[in-house]
């Protein structure tokens, strides 16, 4: 069907259905996939929709703005991620809760302002008459894919089998594994014999949403350095060019230690230990795998999601309608190397929590034919 032209205002926008949002294959369920195929939407690098929850950043210019000038709205309330400079959504809504949504580029009408890129404006389902609900799970898992590029660059199978400590030399596979289930339920609210027993007057509409995240983060390609075997016994004759033990790769990254009482290289270039230091070298600094030195891993970082969404719909009398809807976003990643650190290897990690709430109060009054009013609390 062509579509019919908006003679009540000049606004250039593009509408989505939830059929649509539902029927399209999108990575990861994110709906901001979508946003990128309107003309004049241009996503930054850092534009990541196959994952949901703090790290799915929506930075798309649209029409040459900036990524932080765009306003994201559900039903009427603003969704912009403040704190963060506001390129950003803070709530994602589950795919099966929306019901539709708009981007307007440009010329706006009166009821727009704040910003002066797009306007994506979300919304979300509620409940009929009629009960329907959704149970569904996806899948994505390494089983299923081929290793990581970066991961196998390194030729693994060249290695000198000592370096290997027994293991297979093989380059390790990255871990990949992702699930994303939930449920909804919408329908009416009603006692019967008491109250709304025609069906007409409450709804609901409640979903929940699970994701959790299993996949590989490269650790150390040729940045990460660890000590040798050698080294960890405070023998370090291999950084010595005299020595028999002298090896050229590892005397590329350290020099003889000095005695501070002598100010003289240690006898044999073998430096006293301490029992306390090696048991911390050895609970924080992995042991070597890509060569004498050389450390690399394939890490996984877990990442959980959970969003819950509940929206009741209250037609109070013929004029006046009313709805109230609330979403609560739980994020929590474990991050290796420990997040705001130096630190390069995985030995110890950090809990990342990022939780997000939306609410948005929606009540419409009709006045006459010519006129309505929205009253909107976000």
């Known amino acids: ?4 032209v908006d003679t009540e205002n000049a606004r250039v926008s593009d509408v989505i259905s939830g059929s649509q949002v539902a029927d399209l294959n999108l990575n990861g369920r994110n709906y901001q996939s979508l946003a990128i195929l309107v003309p004049g939407a241009a996503p930054s690098n850092s534009f990541s929709p196959i994952v949901v929850g703090h790290n ?14 765009n306003s994201w709205e559900i039903d009427g ?6 704190s963060g400079g506001g390129a950003s959504p803070q709530v994602i809504p589950n795919l099966d809760a929306i019901a539709e949504f708009r981007i307007t580029t440009s010329n706006y009408g009166a009821d727009v302002g704040k910003r002066s890129g797009a306007t994506i404006e979300v919304v979300t389902k509620g409940g009929t008459k009629d009960f329907h609900g959704t149970l569904y799970e996806f899948v994505r898992n390494d089983h299923m894919d081929s290793n990581d590029f970066f991961v196998n660059r ?13 293991a297979h030399c093989n380059a390790p596979k990255t871990p990949l594994k992702q699930n994303n289930y939930g449920f909804n339920i919408g329908g009416p609210f009603y006692i019967p014999g008491h109250y709304n027993t025609s069906k007409s007057k409450t709804f609901f509409f ?11 983060t490269v650790l150390g390609t ?10 960890r016994q405070g023998d370090f004759s291999e950084c010595d060019p005299a020595s028999a033990n002298f090896n050229a790769t590892v005397a590329d990254s350290c020099t003889l230690p000095v005695n501070p009482a002598t100010n003289l290289t240690y006898p044999g270039s073998k430096v006293p230990t301490d029992p306390n230091a090696l048991t911390m070298l050895n609970s924080l ?10 450390w690399v891993a394939a ?3 877990p990442t959980d999601y959970r969003q819950d969404s509940i929206r009741v719909d209250q037609n109070i009398n013929d004029k006046t309608t009313m709805f109230v809807r609330f979403t609560n976003d739980a994020w929590q990643q474990t991050v290796y190397p420990s997040e705001y650190s130096s630190a390069q290897f995985d030995s110890v990690g950090s809990i990342f929590s990022v939780p997000a709430k939306s609410a948005v109060l929606h009540l419409t009054r009709t006045f006459k034919p010519s006129l309505m009013n929205e009253f909107v609390i976000a």
């Not at 069907?1 to 019919?4: L, S, W």
């Not at 309330?77 to 403040?82: A, F």
């Open 77 to 82: 309330g603003n969704d912009n991620d403040e």
């Open 1 to 4: 069907n062509v579509a019919k």
């Open 154 to 166: 390194t030729p693994w199978s060249s290695l000198d089998s000592s370096a290997c400590a027994g």
């Open 299 to 301: 890490h996984s970082a």
């Open 206 to 216: 409640f979903s929940e949403n699970w994701v959790k995240y299993r996949n590989g």
């Open 285 to 294: 600094i992995p042991l070597a795998n890509s060569g004498p030195i050389g």
């Open 56 to 69: 799915a950043q929506a930075t798309i210019s649209f029409n040459g703005g900036r990524t932080q000038h």
């Open 222 to 231: 040729g940045s990460a350095d660890v000590p040798s075997l050698r080294q």
